[in-house]
């Protein structure tokens, strides 16, 4: 099926955001250690990455690493840290090449120091690419964003900069880590998992969902299109009915 051209233009989200699960799975089908699933997810990244700049979605968001995968085996910890490192350093040309912004959101000061320079540094060298934007979220998940966000309006409240009374939904927004980021319309998850995990949660409130039982390492574009496809053939009513929207 070719999804591709069954995909409306002017109906793309503006922000899809994926939740990259099923690596270890994966490894496992191939009877290899966890970090081969991570290794062979790399190619996901970048046909999705040049898939989602092509049909001209202006931000992708990839679920690379969260709060709570601190948690997991030290060295599969290691291993994803120094694989990011490795990516980013080998395909921050295909980044140039493609005009693609690269971002992160999360807690990056806690990441290890060599991994928060590599990150900074493909930022800052791509920062005036403008064709996409690629947010990788990292150390991040829902929860420390909305605190963090807390946390600084609080600041702002004990310095006599707010009054809590005008505290709105815009305001409150401007203090999250997507502050400079519309929410994202669309949010995929690969693997067959059917939660958010921690992911954006503030921020997906109104996003439409969408799980694939695909693993991570399988997805290609022709999935991305897919998926695409059936966000299009939703109706995103906000509360209003049907009526009303035409
Ligand atoms: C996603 O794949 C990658 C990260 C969470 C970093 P997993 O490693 O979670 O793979 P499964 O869920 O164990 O198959
Ligand atoms: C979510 O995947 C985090 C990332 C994809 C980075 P997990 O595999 O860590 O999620 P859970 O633990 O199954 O919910
Ligand atoms: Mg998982």
Redesign the pocket.
Known sequence: MDYKSLIIPEKLPRHVAI???GNGRWAKQHNKPRVFGHRNGVKAVRETTEAAAELGIPYLTL????T??WNRPQLEVNALLHLLVETLSKEVHTLMDNNIRLDAIGDLNALPQHTHRALLEAIEKTRDNNRMTLILALNYSGRWDIVQAARNIARAVAAGELDPDKLDEKQFQSHLATHHIPDPEFMIRTSG?Q?T?NFLCYQLAYSELYFTSVLWPDFRKEHLYQALVAYQQRERRFGKISEQLA
């Open positions: 939740i990259m699960d679920y690379a690493f969260s709570e995968n998992e939660r995990s």
